[in-house]
C-alpha cells in the first residue's frame, strides 16, 4: 500500500492510503479538493472518505469531492456539525470500506466527537495527537484529553501516526524547554529539521517515538514534572493535573 500525505492549506495534510495498483485509495481529512483532484488526475482514485471531527480544515473539501465523485462513501462521528451525507461512526466500531479495514477510537479532548481510525499499522488521529505535541483543548477536559492520549499510547509501538498538520518543529521548540535533558527528543528535532529543509513531511511518526520524545505523553516523568513544577511554582498532584498544566503552557508559549 501507498501511504501520502497531500499538503493542504498553510500546514494541512490530507493523507491518502492507496492500493498498490492505484485501483482505490482512502481520502482522510480532505481541507480541500484541489490536492486530491491534482492527485486523481496523476491517477489516484478515491474509494471512500473518512473524517475525524467537524472543523472546517478538514471537512472542507468534502462537497466538491462528492461533486465529482457523488457515490463516494463518508465516514464521520455522529455530529450534525458535519452535515455531509455520511455514515455516522462510534467508539469501538469497525468499518470496511474499499478493502480497508479500521478500528474506530473515540479521543474527545480537542472536539466533544473527535474520533481516530486504526488499523493497518497506521492511525489516523486529526488534531488529537501531533508529533511532539497534541492539539488544543477547545471542546473538551484535560481529564478527557489525556484518556484520549493514553488511549492511543496503548496501541503497538509500531504504530505509524498520520496527524492534521505539520506542526512538528513548532511542537519541537516547546518540548525542548519541557524535557531538555531527553536525547530522544534531540534526535527527533534534527530529524524534522532535516526533513523540512528539504521539503519533506516530518509524518508519519511512530508511536514509540511519540511516547520517548512527545512531552504530553510524558507526563509522568521526571524531567516533565520538574519543569512544570518551576513552571506553576507547585508539582502536579497527578497525571490529569500534570497535562492540564502542560497544555496551560503550552498554550501560551511562544518560542
Not at 470500506?97 to 497506521?122: K, M
Not at 492520549?149 to 512538528?168: D, F
Request: charge should be negative.
Amino acid at each position: 500500500m501507498q501511504l501520502i500525505p497531500l499538503p493542504a492549506l498553510s500546514d494541512n495534510y490530507i493523507w491518502t492510503l492507496a492500493a498498490d495498483d492505484g485501483a482505490r485509495a482512502l481520502i482522510v481529512d480532505p481541507s480541500e479538493a484541489a490536492p486530491v483532484f491534482a492527485a486523481a488526475d496523476a491517477g489516484l482514485r478515491p474509494a471512500g472518505i473518512l473524517l475525524t471531527h467537524h472543523h472546517g480544515d478538514h471537512i472542507g473539501g468534502v462537497p466538491d469531492l462528492l461533486a465529482r465523485w457523488p457515490d463516494l462513501p463518508v465516514f464521520a462521528p455522529d455530529d450534525d456539525r458535519i452535515p455531509a451525507a455520511c455514515r455516522r461512526v462510534a467508539d469501538g466500531e469497525t468499518i470496511d470500506v474499499a478493502g480497508w479495514r479500521f478500528e474506530v477510537i473515540a479521543v474527545p479532548g480537542h472536539t466533544r466527537s473527535h474520533v481516530a481510525y486504526h488499523g493497518h499499522g497506521l492511525l489516523f488521529c486529526g488534531d488529537t495527537l501531533f508529533s511532539l505535541g497534541c492539539g488544543r483543548m477547545f471542546e473538551g477536559t484535560a481529564e478527557q484529553m489525556h484518556a484520549s492520549l493514553s488511549r492511543l499510547a496503548a496501541l503497538p509501538p509500531e504504530t505509524r501516526v498520520c496527524c492534521g498538520h505539520e506542526y512538528t518543529l513548532a511542537n519541537a521548540a516547546f518540548a525542548r524547554v519541557v524535557e531538555p535533558g531527553n536525547p530522544a527528543l534531540e534526535r527527533r528535532f534534527e530529524e524534522a529539521k532535516a526533513m523540512r529543509a528539504t521539503g519533506r513531511p516530518t509524518l508519519p511518526s511512530t508511536l514509540a517515538g511519540e511516547i520517548a520524545a512527545n512531552p504530553f505523553l510524558r507526563v509522568d516523568a521526571p524531567e516533565v514534572r520538574a519543569s512544570l513544577a518551576r513552571e506553576t511554582g507547585h508539582a502536579p498532584a497527578n497525571d490529569v493535573d500534570a497535562f492540564a498544566a502542560l497544555r496551560r503552557w503550552k498554550d501560551g508559549f511562544t518560542a
